[in-house]
């Protein structure tokens, strides 16, 4: 890495050198063209699980009953991994974030039936947000998440698409600040570039309990089909529990 470093002054990461975030962190939303059923979900049942930027102010509103916990989840990819959480956790408020449409459609297609798009009940403790998490992130009050996510995210692995990486200093800061001490953030990647990042951004800042990564996917955590595809190419995944100070 090029990255130099520097001392921490106030909690304030101290890799250096590094590109602030884009606009964006994210390249194409749409992969190969959507079947009629996918327009279908994007177009009417997405909309009704939208989560509301304008009531971001008190999050637990945007539920269907008070959520005892709010969690949010950064690039769900297929959807499994939030499937198995809403489902393990039902008190739990959850927020879902991912750009890519045919995501989107995957979890969508196992939320409503065939031919009910617009009409069938959605669940009322899960949102979901179509575009950058960050976007959310920014106007959520501080201390509102009890957990974060980010499971297996595109790992980037140029040097100069760094910035690209959810894991950057920025969003630390942007992360520390949403959520609650003694809050968790999970990580996993598979990626050794983008772990070797996790590893040297992590150490470089004040705001969360860093520990070493572990090498077993830990109790609690439920599999994804990114993780499967990982092992069985060969590649270890890494496992990082983060705890707000």
């Excluded at 090029?2 to 939303?29: C, F, H, I, M, W």
């Excluded at 009629?36 to 999050?59: C, G, K, S, Y």
């Excluded at 947000?129 to 995210?153: H, I, S």
Aim: glycine share 6%; net charge neutral.
């Amino acid at each position: 890495m090029a990255e130099a470093k520097g001392s921490a002054e106030n909690g304030q990461p101290v890799v250096t050198d590094v590109k602030p975030p884009p606009e964006r962190l994210y390249g194409r939303q749409r992969g190969h063209p959507l079947r009629p059923r996918q327009e279908r979900l994007l177009d009417e049942t997405l909309p009704r699980m939208r989560f509301p930027l304008e009531r971001a102010a008190d999050p637990a509103s945007v539920f269907g009953h008070q959520p005892e916990q709010i969690w949010f989840e950064v690039g769900f990819g297929g959807g499994e991994h939030v499937l198995a959480q809403t489902n393990a956790h039902p008190e739990v408020g959850y927020i879902a974030s991912e750009v890519f449409h045919n995501g989107l459609c995957s979890l969508l297609s196992r939320l409503v039936p065939v031919g009910e798009e617009a009409t069938a009940p959605v669940p009322d403790m899960l949102r979901l947000w179509d575009d950058d998490a960050r976007q959310v992130l920014n106007v959520l009050p501080d201390a509102c998440l009890d957990r974060l996510f980010l499971m297996f995210p595109d790992p980037w692995p140029k040097a100069r698409h760094a910035k690209r990486r959810f894991v950057h200093p920025q969003n630390v800061a942007l992360a520390a600040r949403v959520l609650k001490p003694g809050a968790v953030w999970r990580v996993a990647s598979d990626d050794p570039t983008y772990q070797a990042w996790v590893q040297e951004v992590m150490a470089a800042q004040n705001y969360f309990e860093a520990p070493a990564p572990v090498l077993t996917r830990p109790e609690g955590w439920f599999p994804t089909r990114y993780e499967a595809k990982a092992i069985a190419a060969g590649r270890q995944p890494m496992y990082w529990t983060f705890t707000r100070r």
